[in-house]
Structures are given as structure tokens and as C-alpha cells.
């Protein structure tokens, strides 16, 4: 295990980002931090700057709009990153693909490690696709 | 001199991504401008290329919270064409899971402003009160959210008798909850010096502006869909309207407080008088026709439109969410007010970008936004093209 791979075993922290998605993927991630299911017993924390972010949760059908933004968000971020396309529209942007104004989904703009798909995803889903993630790292 | 506070687009309290832009002199906030357009997903086009029964997994899919509530608007719009009657079984059953929807929303809600003001007890507290009721919803319908319920004429699929001790139980526990938290809240001095007062909609500008749902009654304005054009079963049932005219955030918040143990109220007298029967019309046909169909969704009225040409595809829908009618009263609140409330005044609405972006603008002139890296790939492209034609 290198230095990344030792980083990247405890305290992971998370940035979540909202691109274009119905909201019910953003619920399920607050509803992982919420006494229920409670990550933060792990380590495992919301951030509010991506400077700041281990990993980088997208959720969403990434419309035309949000692509440069969504970029420069992963541009900023600190590397070693890693990317979690989360939900059935971050993963192949679901019932939106036929949509006009679809540009996703998240990996044709930005490398992605893991996928977690369900619409929505439950807790228990995206708890168990971060743990897979660490495995890997 | 003012300056120009930029918010967003992808901001921790922010749950969506849209970006405000506040204009401020020294702490105090003179203006404000908000760009959305980051969620539009080009819904009402997609709607009309599913046939009826695959566009209630469409709408439902507007938005997380309210799933329920598109659902059943754009259930009602259909069976308003076709003109049939819903059986009382899955009218009561609909009512049910729509209140059951309200006092997750509220919830989340309250729990949201709690993080906002800075009460992390109030956002733990919401939520977990939350969990047993996505339990409830998904006992009946098979899932937390996105319950793919409702259908045109009816509901999706029946439950069994045995869930319902649960629910009332689940229910009871939830609303002696309810009451502990609104306790907490308005005896809380801090969270009253923190809502009381802040972030003023005056009942002259909730109407001028066509403010919905909790917005509107907490400004004196006595609106509501259940009652005044009732659908389901809510003129059944025994229940309030709750007005709040104390026009500030708190009143507000009271109004979705209240709101709550109202909801409980409707629920436990559906599931006391739900009658047996079929649960489903049976709609096979969609002759030619308009209809509509509005609720009254968590954060307002819901409204949808369909026009059938006769196939089993609507020529045209059109969605209408109550956060579109609120988000403009965003403006007359926060004028006047710190930086530190303008937050506040604007999650007040319980704002849902997913509901209502049906348009995106691409840049104010009409022009398309391009940033360097689009104009060098312009540039590129150019060049692949006149060498290949030549
Ligand atoms: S995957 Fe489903 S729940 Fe998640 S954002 Fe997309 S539509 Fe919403």
C-alpha cells in the first residue's frame, strides 16, 4: 500500500456534488450522516470546499449547464481523488438520457472510480459502495 | 458603495446546484439575483415521448421529495380526460401516502433550517424522527422514495390489512415527536431572536408575488388545494387549514410545525375509514382532450397539464412546482436584512431547483455561454472540418 492508498484508509472526506439531480440521491447522502446510519462514526464526514475532499460524490444527469462548473469543481480538487458517480443518472443518467439537454453522464467529463447505482441508491447502497471504494484505493 | 456577494453553485447548504448572487452594503443585504438553470432536464419534452403509465416514472422523478405529488397531479390531469371515477379504496389509499410524503418533507425541512441557524441538534433530530416514516412509506408502497404508486385511475398495488398497527404506531411515536420538537423550538430563545421578525413577506407581496403552499399561509393567506378544490379523500376527513399571519420566518416555520400534526390527524382518520374494494379504474383508453390536474404538494400547489391527441402518448404536458411561484419572493424578504439571514430567508421556502427549472438559459443575451476551453475546441473543430472537406 502506498502513501495514497494509506491516505485514503481511514477519514475519508467526502464533497457532495448536486449535478442536476432530483434531490432524492442528495437526501439519501445527508440521510448517511443522520443518527440512523451515522458515517461520521467512521470518519467519514460531509466537507463544505472541495480543497478539501478526498472523495468527490456526483449524483445527477449532469445537464448541459452544469458541465463546465462540474469541471473546474474537479479541477480544484486536491489529487489523489477519487470519484463516486452516484445514482442511476450519475452512473448512465437513467430515465434522462433521452433528454436534450443531457450531457452526462458524470465519466464522460470526469474519470470516475466507483458507481453506485439504485434510484435512489438507499444508505445501506452508498455506505456499502464507499467501503468498496476504500478496499480498493 | 454595495459589492457583490457570489453564492454557489455548488455550496455545502446549498442542497442544488444554483447560484445567487447577493448585493450587499457593509452587513446589510440590498439585493438579490438567483441564475438557475443548472437542473434543467428537459422534463416536459421527455413526457411526451413515454406513454401515460411511463410518465408517472418520469414525474415522479422531478423531484425526490415530492414524488408523490407529481405523480398524483399528473394521475388526476389524465383521469380528467378520460372522465372516470377513482374507486374510494385507492383514493384513501393515495391520500394516505401523500400525507405520509408532507410530513417526511417537513421534516426534512425543519431538520434543514436547524443546520442553517446552526442547531446541529435540530438537524440530527429532524431526521432521525424522519427514518420510521420512510419506513411507513416504504411498508406500503416497497420503497423509501420514488414509490411508483400512483397510476392513472387508481394505485399500483394493494396492502395488506396486517401493516397498519404498524403504521399507527410509527404514527403515534412520530407525533409525540412532533410535539417535543415544536416545544424545543419555541422555547428556544435563540431560535426565536433568529426567526421572529427576519425575512418579512408582507400578505400584499405573498399575493402579488402568487406565493404557494406553506409560504403563502404563513403570511395570512388562506389558500389551500385540499380544501378548497378537495381531491382524495380530504373532504372526508376531519382537518385544518393552518394560517399563521406573523409574515416572518418563525410563522412559517409554525405552519409546517402545525402542518405535521394535521397530517397525522388525516392520516389516522384514512386509514380508520379506508373502505375495501378495487384499487383501480382501469383506464385503457385516452380518448382526445385536455385536462389538468393540481395538489397540494409539501411546499404549495402542484400543478399539471396534459393534452392527449387520442394515442397512448400526451401531446403536451406542462409542469408547474410551487417553489417556481416562490423562489420571486425570495427578493422582497431578504431586502433590508444581514448577510447572516439571508440564508435563511431563502430556505425558508423550502426551495426545489429539480422542480422547477423547465427552462435553462444559457447566457442572459441568448447567446451560448462559452468559456476559453469551448472557444479553442471551436477553434479545433473548425479545422477538422476544413480539412475534411477539403
Ligand atoms: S438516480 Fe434517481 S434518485 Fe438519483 S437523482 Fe437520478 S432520478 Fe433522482
Redo the contacts between chains.
Keep these: 500500500m502506498g502513501a495514497t492508498g494509506w491516505g485514503f484508509k481511514k477519514s475519508l472526506w467526502v464533497f457532495h456534488?448536486?449535478?442536476?439531480?432530483?434531490?432524492?440521491?442528495?437526501?439519501?447522502v445527508?440521510?448517511c450522516l443522520?443518527?440512523?446510519f451515522d458515517v461520521e462514526r467512521f470518519g467519514i464526514k460531509?466537507?463544505?470546499?472541495?480543497k478539501h475532499a478526498d472523495v468527490l460524490l456526483v449524483s445527477?444527469?449532469v445537464?448541459?449547464?452544469?458541465v463546465?462548473?462540474m469541471i473546474e469543481?474537479w479541477e480544484q480538487a486536491p489529487k489523489p481523488c477519487a470519484v463516486v458517480a452516484l445514482g442511476s443518472c450519475g452512473c448512465t443518467g437513467?430515465?434522462?438520457r433521452?433528454?436534450?439537454?443531457?450531457a452526462g453522464p458524470v465519466d464522460k467529463h470526469i474519470p470516475v472510480d466507483a458507481y453506485i447505482p439504485g434510484?435512489?441508491p438507499?444508505p445501506e447502497a452508498i455506505i456499502g459502495g464507499i467501503v468498496k471504494l476504500i478496499g480498493t484505493l | 458603495m454595495s459589492t457583490t456577494i457570489p453564492i454557489g453553485?455548488?455550496?455545502?447548504v446549498l442542497?442544488?446546484?444554483e447560484y445567487i448572487t447577493l448585493e450587499v452594503d457593509g452587513e446589510t443585504v440590498l439585493g438579490a439575483d438567483i441564475d438557475l438553470?443548472?437542473?434543467?432536464?428537459?422534463?416536459e419534452?421527455?413526457a411526451e415521448?413515454k406513454t401515460y403509465d411511463q410518465d408517472i416514472?418520469?414525474v415522479e422523478?422531478?423531484?425526490?421529495?415530492c414524488?408523490a405529488s407529481h405523480s398524483w397531479a399528473a394521475s388526476l390531469a389524465v383521469e380528467d380526460i378520460v372522465g372516470c371515477e377513482v374507486p374510494a379504496r385507492a383514493r384513501y389509499l393515495r391520500t394516505i401516502v401523500h400525507e405520509l410524503e408532507r410530513l417526511h418533507s417537513h421534516m426534512?425541512w425543519v431538520?434543514l433550517a436547524g443546520h442553517i441557524i446552526g442547531y446541529w441538534t435540530v438537524?440530527?433530530w429532524g431526521?432521525?424522527y424522519r427514518?420510521p416514516i420512510l419506513d411507513a412509506l416504504e411498508m406500503i408502497t416497497g420503497n423509501?422514495?420514488?414509490y411508483a404508486w400512483y397510476r392513472p385511475g387508481g394505485v399500483r398495488r394493494d396492502v395488506p390489512d396486517e401493516i397498519w398497527p404498524k403504521i399507527l404506531k410509527i404514527l403515534d411515536e412520530f407525533d409525540t415527536k412532533v410535539d417535543l420538537l415544536t416545544g424545543a423550538i419555541l422555547d428556544d430563545p435563540v431560535i426565536l431572536g433568529r426567526l421572529k421578525g427576519v425575512g418579512i413577506l408582507t400578505t400584499e407581496d405573498a399575493v402579488a408575488y402568487g406565493a404557494l403552499g406553506p409560504t403563502a399561509r404563513g403570511s395570512g393567506v388562506d389558500i389551500d388545494v385540499r380544501r378548497d378544490e378537495p381531491y382524495g379523500a380530504y373532504s372526508e376527513v376531519d382537518w385544518n387549514v393552518i394560517v399563521q399571519d406573523g409574515c416572518d420566518c418563525l410563522a412559517v416555520a409554525v405552519v409546517r410545525l402545525l402542518e405535521m400534526k394535521e397530517a397525522v390527524k388525516i392520516i389516522k382518520q384514512c386509514i380508520e375509514k379506508l373502505p375495501g374494494g378495487p384499487i383501480d379504474a382501469g383506464i385503457r383508453d385516452v380518448p382526445r382532450g385536455e385536462g389538468i390536474g393540481h395538489i397540494e404538494a409539501p411546499r404549495g400547489e402542484t400543478f399539471h397539464f396534459i393534452r392527449s391527441n387520442g394515442t397512448n402518448m400526451p401531446e403536451r404536458h406542462k409542469m408547474r412546482a410551487p417553489t417556481f411561484n416562490n423562489i420571486p419572493t425570495f427578493r422582497p424578504r431578504v431586502k433590508g436584512e444581514t448577510i447572516s439571514d439571508a440564508l435563511l430567508c431563502f430556505a425558508v421556502i423550502d426551495p426545489?431547483y429539480?422542480c422547477t427549472e423547465r427552462m435553462?438559459v444559457?447566457d442572459p443575451s441568448g447567446k451560448m455561454l462559452l468559456?476559453p476551453?469551448?472557444l479553442l475546441r471551436l477553434s479545433h473543430e473548425k479545422t477538422e472540418q476544413i480539412r475534411r472537406n477539403s
Design positions: 456534488l448536486n449535478a442536476g439531480a432530483c434531490n432524492n440521491c442528495d437526501i439519501e445527508l440521510d443522520t443518527p440512523r460531509l466537507v463544505g470546499s472541495v445527477g444527469s445537464p448541459r449547464k452544469v463546465p462548473d469543481t437513467g430515465i434522462f433521452d433528454g436534450y439537454n443531457f434510484c435512489p438507499r | 453553485p455548488f455550496h455545502p442542497e442544488e446546484p438553470g443548472r437542473n434543467h432536464r428537459g422534463m419534452l421527455l415521448e416514472f418520469l422523478r422531478i423531484c425526490g421529495i414524488s426534512l431538520g438537524f440530527m431526521w432521525k427514518e423509501r422514495q420514488h426545489c429539480s435553462t444559457l468559456s476551453k469551448d
